[in-house]
């Protein structure tokens, strides 16, 4: 099968790998760039596991084909932290507890970031709005809404 | 500072947070292949060929394991009713014939290649040829004269394979003295356990030559032992791992892939290749592919006096157990156990029966057959109450298990009985004596405006008991090791300590908890404790991440492992090993006619709920206001810890009684999507969720630790229809309350539509 030749910027690095056609972005990313905190939770566009930001917007990976992937670029959970310091979402859902199995974490982090990218100040319901495309089958949410609010205000005050 | 009572972080949250975590879908060692398993597709057929020949020579194939492979073709976690692999040929020993397939899922082969793609492809060019057998959809057509026996091999001689018993005083002479009988059928429906993760894991030989299975489980030393069994090895030639897990609340108790891809690794190896395997199903393979909480009717009459004290309940209970029996045999005791409500009842008949059908099996999920047995209770407790225009609450407090009192068994609970203190706090903090609130605007459809035309609101509250630990004389047991280190002087204080033990965190912090116990057990603070968890090479049996047990156990084998290292300690050995197994007292099985006296379990714990909700009876939305969960836990060893699980119980709980739909007929599952099978989304739960954490000691538990996970999922539904009767005046003896089916059955009782 003909392979296809994506580079793109990942998480700030310059990033070239081969794909096949058919190849979903979620599985270049993890078997090719070996990013395997993007997570597959359905494969089907449902669950947010895979959320990645390309291009500034949050895209289920699962559903974008690889090669779209050309000239892009990316941001996935590996690229939140500043070396080994956390992003205030990360830290936020450590120590709220807003995690358990923490399958769901990656996509969770990566939708509220494009949240408070565009807005600083969300309300609640703004907050739900945002993350209404990730599931969660162990937390029940409340303290994820919590540590997303409480990111929002240590970014503030920074 | 004592280390129980912190709201410390989970050691794993930092690897979490950034991606670092290494499920066992997230392994690629190198020189990896893929193991792609093959379902059979067959909800009941004979097979009378298979021919591998042409996926053997397909591109990037190495080798197909077929039942040929398999040296013992047989498993279960507690009868060994299921082939490993179904085939026309089976070289190994066998209990059940392997060339039936009795489930849509029944394993054919296992197709190892270069590349998953390779696999699959490969994998469609299996040849087979079946015999159809009549199918088995149903209790009903279990049931029905004349049925096609699922396992004819079975000394049963019949679908209605396991049956319990409870016979207490004399029912038929409470029926004639009752000033009123409250009488239902009820029909529970599946639910799907839906972790993020699904089922996943590695496979390969370890420096020591062990078959090494990494993959997300419950129970490491179980895992062990059934692969084992089938591969004919000894324990010790096994080494089961668990990496972090994504999930697991029942579902990953049975084997999915851990036999599977050791069978797949013996056979290359016996090829000579020494190259590891790994597997992962699509979501659609899990939803297809593994148990259910079971799906069941319960036909029951309650006798009570006209103060609405309770003199005697009746039941028939049906499980489908499905094709397998996975653990419903268990699953059906706690039904049995929980039926008539954690209330005092003086006479009984009790029968339950586990079912075998051609369907998808039914087996462990939070709870264990407990949120089924509270359905029925507690709907019958509330219908009770409206019979006889008592409130909900005053009608438990006549009723309720209490200190001394006499389960359904007809022997004391275990002390530390907490339930009528339970009831009085969530009713306080419900605020359950204040005048009903207005019913809300409901907007059931973005494009229309929310209003509060077709609105009613109402308040349900539900309760609840269930046992921490295996039941029924199974020999319970924990195993804990601890190491303590530090200087040789004899007037020395430990500095640092190994823990190890191999009780699985599926994600509800199992591990954490276990450290802040040993923290509090030794002295020493949680980060000078180094863990050694789940690793069978490394630690004893802990045994399962299940029944709402394994802090109450292995906190027990903590504490006696820091008695014994400290006493080691004390006498100069440095390092100082502590080593205990912890039994707890035993419980016994039922006798076959349920009238002997009997002690089941050895711990309870304790939960009651008050739901206020809005339903919009025009369009049958239901927006639930406010929940109430007050539990008793005995003692907090982390307070964020425990509402998460309370939290998240709660909302497995409103997506089981509101939206959550498995569809299966003729034995397929026609949903195995999150497209079509609704789990609540953040959009989608309550407006709010508050715990109530009531700490009264349990006498038996570590620190007066209670078990807890499982508790709170089970009054919410029972609650929810309590509070829609509260709301309409119509009972709902079925759910999920979807709103197609809370339309219907309020139309039929002449509710809304104008
Ligand atoms: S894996 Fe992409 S949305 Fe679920
Ligand atoms: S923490 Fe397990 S799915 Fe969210």
């Known amino acids: 099968m003909s392979k296809t030749h994506v580079t793109a910027i990942i998480n700030g690095d310059q990033t070239e790998f081969l794909t096949e056609d058919g190849t979903s972005l979620l599985n270049a990313l993890r078997d090719d760039v070996g990013l395997t905190g993007v997570k597959e939770g359905c494969g089907t566009g449902d669950c947010g596991a895979c959320s990645v930001i390309m291009n500034g917007a949050l895209n289920a990976s699962c559903l974008v084909f690889a090669p779209e992937a050309d000239g892009a670029t990316i941001v996935t959970v590996e690229g939140l932290a500043d070396g080994d310091h956390l992003h205030p979402l990360q830290q936020c859902f450590l120590e709220g507890a807003a995690l358990q199995c923490g399958i769901c974490t ?19 319901t703004e907050i739900r709005y945002a993350l209404a495309g990730n599931l969660c089958r162990c937390t029940g949410y409340d303290k994820i809404i919590r540590a997303v609010q409480e990111a929002a205000s240590r970014m503030q005050e920074a | 500072m004592s280390a129980l009572g912190q709201s410390l972080p989970r050691p794993d949250a930092r690897d979490k947070v950034t991606g670092d975590a290494r499920y066992p879908g997230d392994r690629f060692p190198p020189d ?21 020949a042409a996926a053997e020579a397909a591109e990037g194939v190495v080798a197909v394991v077929t039942a040929a492979d398999v040296p013992v073709n047989e498993y279960g976690l507690t009868m060994f009713d299921q082939p490993v692999l179904i085939g026309p040929t089976s070289s190994g020993r066998s209990a059940v014939p392997h060339d039936v397939s009795r489930w849509e899922a029944d394993h054919l082969a296992v197709v190892i290649a270069e590349t998953e793609e390779q696999a699959r492809s490969a994998a469609a060019l299996i040849e087979s040829d079946w015999e159809a057998l009549p199918l088995v959809a149903d209790i009903d057509a279990a049931l029905a004269d004349g049925a096609p026996l699922v396992h004819p091999e079975h000394p049963a001689q019949s679908n209605a394979y396991h049956h319990l018993v409870i016979t207490k005083g004399d029912v038929a002479t409470a029926f004639e003295r009752a000033d009123v009988v409250i009488e239902g059928t009820y029909e529970l429906p599946y639910q799907e356990h839906a972790y993020l993760q699904p089922e996943a894991g590695v496979a390969y030989v370890d420096e020591e030559g062990r078959i090494t299975v990494e993959v997300a489980g419950q129970w490491t030393h179980e895992d062990q032992e059934q692969i084992a069994h089938a591969l004919d090895l000894d324990l010790d030639a096994v080494r089961v791992i668990y990496p972090p897990i994504g999930g697991a609340f029942g579902g990953r108790e049975d084997m999915s892939l851990q036999i599977v891809l050791a069978l797949a690794v013996r056979k290359l190896n016996e090829r000579g290749i020494d190259r590891p395997v790994r597997s992962q199903w699509s979501r659609e393979e899990s939803i297809v592919g593994h148990h259910k909480r079971h799906r069941g009717r319960v036909h029951t009459r309650w006798a009570a006096t006209k103060d609405g004290v309770l003199l005697g309940v009746e039941a028939t209970s049906h499980l489908d157990a499905g094709s397998y029996n996975y653990t419903s045999n268990k699953v059906l005791g706690n039904l049995h156990l929980t039926v008539a409500g954690p209330y005092e009842v003086p006479n009984a008949q009790l029968d339950s029966y586990a079912v075998y059908t051609n369907a998808v099996p039914g087996g462990a999920f939070r ?27 005053e009608v438990r407090r006549r009723n309720v298990l209490g200190e001394g009192s006499i389960g359904i068994t007809s022997t004391p609970l275990p002390a530390g009985v907490s339930l009528p203190e339970v009831i009085e706090e969530c009713a306080i ?28 609101r109402g308040r349900g509250f539900a309760c609840a008991y269930k046992n921490i630990g295996f ?55 949680v980060e000078a404790i180094t863990p050694g968890f789940s690793d069978t090479a490394t630690s004893g049996d802990s045994g399962s991440a299940s029944a709402s047990r ?84 005995g003692r907090i060893i982390n307070p964020q810890q425990v509402t998460g699980q309370i939290e998240g119980a709660v909302i497995q709980a409103h997506g089981y009684c509101l939206s959550e739909n498995l569809v299966v007929i003729d034995g397929r599952v026609m949903n195995p999507r999150f497209s079509g099978y609704l789990i609540p989304g953040i959009g989608d739960i309550p407006e709010q969720v508050r715990s109530v954490m009531l700490e009264i000691p349990d006498p038996r538990g570590p620190f007066g630790v209670r078990g807890m996970a499982e508790m709170p999922l089970m009054p919410y539904a029972p609650a929810i229809v309590g509070a829609l009767y509260d709301a309409t005046g119509v009972w709902f003896d079925s759910f999920p309350l979807t709103p197609p089916r809370v339309r219907a059955v309020l139309r039929a009782a002449g509710v809304g539509a104008s």
């Open chain 1, 106 to 124: 990656p996509g969770f982090l990566v939708a509220a970031k494009v949240l408070l990218d565009k807005n600083p100040n969300p309300t609640e």
């Open chain 2, 32 to 52: 990896v292949l893929f193991a792609f398993i093959v379902f059979t597709d067959q909800p009941h057929a004979r097979i009378t060929r298979l021919d591998t």
């Open chain 2, 367 to 393: 709870g264990f057959g407990g949120p089924q047995g509270c359905f029925v209770s507690e709907t019958q407790m509330n219908r009770l109450a409206a019979a006889l225009h008592l409130d909900p609450v």
């Open chain 2, 429 to 456: 903090e419900a605020d359950w004596e204040a005048p009903p609130r207005p019913p809300a605007a409901i907007g059931a459809f973005a494009s229309l405006p929310p209003t509060t035309e077709a609105s009613r």
């Open chain 2, 471 to 525: 039941s029924f004389g199974f020999p319970e047991r924990s195993v804990a090791d601890i190491v303590l280190h530090g200087s040789d002087d004899a007037d020395a204080r430990p500095t640092s300590a190994e823990l190890y033990l191999a009780g699985a965190d599926v994600g509800q912090g199992a591990h954490l908890a276990f450290l802040q116990m040993a923290a509090e057990a030794t002295g020493l603070d």
């Open chain 2, 550 to 633: 394994l802090s109450w156990m292995t906190g027990n084998a903590i504490l006696g492992a820091a008695e014994e290292a400290e006493k080691a300690w004390r006498d100069g050995d440095r390092p100082a090993r502590g080593h205990f197994r912890y039994t707890p007292p035993p419980t016994e099985m039922l006798d076959p006619d349920g009238r002997t006296p009997t002690t089941p379990n050895f711990a309870y714990g304790y939960v009651a709920e008050a739901v206020d909700l809005s339903v919009d009876v025009e369009t049958g939305h239901i927006v639930v206001h406010d929940v109430v969960c007050a539990i008793d836990v």
